[in-house]
T-cell receptor
Framework: EDQVTQSPEALRLQEGESSSLNCSYT??????LFWYRQDPGKGPEFLFTLYSAGEEKEKERLKATLTKKESFLHITAPKPEDSATYLC???????????FGQGTELSVKP | EAQVTQNPRYLITVTGKKLTVTCSQNMNHEYMSWYRQDPGLGLRQIYYSMNVEVTDKGDVPEGYKVSRKEKRNFPLILESPSPNQTSLYFC???????????FGQGTRLTVV
């Protein structure tokens, strides 16, 4: 069964303190791994798609990486506006289900 | 403006009274899906559709129905709502399976 586990559940950082969020997954044939950002009361907002092990993508202070078992979202020198819940999701080739992890709630204090 | 539109945004209803939450996208996307989000349980997929007239169950389909008669619309139907369906619901669309999803603003449903 396809599964996604994110850690930690919550992360508190000081502004400028870099860190990483983890997404461990099991899927029978990875079609894609996705990272989203979600602000309270709003729909998730797309950040990255990764398709194969070794792939990396960057956007401003965020960098996503992928191995065969996990993905990391690295946050470099975060700012308070980076505070949000970060969601990881996977989709396999068998069918079209999209499975989300429970998210990491990030808080960045000035 | 490219968007996914859900209606209504907020709904309070009584147990057993049939309701429909509408979802429409203007991006000509093939893939559409519905999710519910509950504290501590995260975002869970209810149903998805990879094309017109093609729908499949997600992880939590019990108590819900969907239809995809045209590409742009994907309504969620609760034929006999119960209090355990109180939740925040999101509709999303993607160009295709395996591509980025665009989410609607959400529908907060309360069943009393």
């Amino acid at each position: 069964e396809d599964q996604v586990t994110q850690s930690p559940e919550a992360l508190r950082l000081q502004e400028g303190e870099s860190s990483s969020l983890n997404c461990s997954y099991t899927v029978s044939g990875l079609r894609g791994l996705f990272w989203y950002r979600q602000d309270p009361g709003k729909g998730p907002e797309f950040l990255f798609t990764l398709y194969s092990a070794g792939e990396e993508k960057e956007k401003e202070r965020l960098k996503a990486t992928l191995t065969k078992k996990e993905s990391f979202l690295h946050i470099t020198a975060p700012k308070p506006e980076d505070s949000a819940t970060y969601l990881c999701a996977v989709q396999g080739y068998q069918g079209g289900k999209l499975i989300f992890g429970q998210g990491t709630e990030l808080s960045v204090k000035p | 403006e490219a968007q996914v539109t859900q209606n209504p945004r907020y709904l309070i209803t009584v147990t057993g009274k049939k309701l429909t939450v509408t979802c429409s996208q203007n991006m000509n996307h093939e893939y559409m899906s519905w999710y519910r989000q509950d504290p501590g349980l995260g975002l869970r997929q209810i149903y998805y559709s990879m094309n017109v007239e093609v729908t499949d169950k997600g992880d939590v389909p019990e108590g819900y129905k969907v239809s995809r008669k045209e590409k742009r619309n994907f309504p969620l139907i609760l034929e006999s709502p119960s209090p355990n369906q109180t939740s925040l619901y999101f509709c999303a669309s993607s160009p295709d399976a395996g591509t980025e999803a665009f989410f609607g603003q959400g529908t907060r449903l309360t069943v009393v």
